[in-house]
């Protein structure tokens, strides 16, 4: 049974960092590409980063320069690392697998994780 647990969701000022990880089971970890995504109230869910197989990093425009996506094989999990909080970065924040989906599809995702970001 796959499991994505995410943590370290929460409150915090504008302008101040949080970072989430994503602990994988059930799964070849060090085989998925591993994603990042949000969605806010009343939005469509959004992807905010992912990261390869073999480390390479891809980000959203809107935290580009803020936001950086990391992960440990050896720990099956996944960061990402929010630095320079904005109240619009407010939004659950899902972690996502993927091993066999077409991009930008997963297949599998994590329960979520609340970022509320106050200004």
């Known amino acids: 049974q796959v499991q994505l647990v995410e943590s370290g969701g929460g409150l915090v000022q504008a302008g101040g960092s949080l970072r989430l990880s994503c602990a994988a089971s059930g799964l070849p970890f060090s085989r998925a590409f591993m994603g990042w995504l949000r969605q806010a109230p009343g939005k469509e869910r959004e992807s905010v980063a992912g990261?390869?197989?073999?480390?390479?990093?891809y980000y959203a425009e809107s935290v580009k320069g803020r936001f950086t996506i990391s992960r440990d094989n050896a720990k099956n999990t996944v960061y990402l690392q929010m630095n320079s909080l904005r109240a619009e970065d407010t939004a659950v924040y899902y972690c996502?697998?993927?091993?066999?989906?077409?991009?930008?599809?997963?297949?599998?995702w994590g329960q979520g994780t609340q970022v509320t970001v106050s200004s």
């Open positions: 996502a697998a993927r091993i066999s989906a077409a991009p930008p599809n997963y297949n599998y």
């Open positions: 990261i390869s197989l073999n480390g390479n990093t």
